[in-house]
């Protein structure tokens, strides 16, 4: 029988780790990361039309309009017909989007296998992302009010993502604060248990 695909969702506020720890489980699980951040920063590097609109709402901390960014995901996930699976990281951000991610895999006989959540406070978000501000070369890690605004929209258009999937039984939330490696093998003990 076909191995099933695991999508597993790393949830959480921005600079909470979910792409140093979705790099190693991609790693470790052979599952694709699919990170829209990072897709609108590759587009903005290469001044793609998609790009250039992206960076509008990039560096004031909004969130890209959603069918852009379901768009956008949609390329990605095609590409990788093959793969054990993914992990979306900063994905989705919005209910709209949940929703077009479960009409997506949905189509493709496949399903969100659980949401894991970091979880970490506002004023350790602000300290991370200043300090990653001095080498990222992001302008929206540059500037505390723009830090702040995102923290804002998390707690408004993110957060109820989470609850959406709790109501589907699929949402867990574990410390975010700790070291790289203690969390790390606090991801991969759940996913393993999938
Ligand atoms: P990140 O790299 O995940 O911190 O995302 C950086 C910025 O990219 C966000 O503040 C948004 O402006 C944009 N972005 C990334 N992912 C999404 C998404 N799923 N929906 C809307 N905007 C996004």
């Keep these: 029988m076909e191995e099933k695909r695991i999508n597993i969702i790393l949830f959480g506020p921005p600079g909470s780790g979910k792409g140093t720890q979705a790099k190693q489980l991609e790693e470790k699980f052979g599952l694709v990361q699919v990170s829209t951040g990072d897709l609108f920063r590759y587009e903005m590097g290469n001044n793609t039309p998609l790009g250039q609109k992206a960076k509008e709402y990039m560096n004031k901390g909004q969130l890209v309009p959603d069918e852009v960014t379901v768009g956008m995901l949609k390329n990605k996930i095609d590409k990788f017909p093959e793969s054990k699976g993914f992990i979306f990281d900063g994905f989705p951000r919005t209910i709209p989007q949940a929703e077009a991610l479960d009409a997506l895999l949905a189509e ?39 830090i702040r605004n995102r923290i804002a929209v998390y707690k408004a258009e993110t957060s109820p993502v989470y609850n959406y999937y709790a109501e589907k039984d699929l949402s867990v939330e574990i410390e975010g604060v700790g070291s790289i490696e203690d969390i790390q093998g606090r991801l991969a003990s759940l996913i393993e248990s999938i």
Excluded: P, Q, Y
């Design 108 to 146: 493709r006989g496949e399903s969100v296998n659980s949401l894991i959540a970091l979880k970490v406070d506002d004023d350790e978000i602000v300290k991370r992302l200043l300090e990653r501000g001095k080498t990222s070369g992001r302008a929206d890690d540059a500037n505390e009010e723009v």
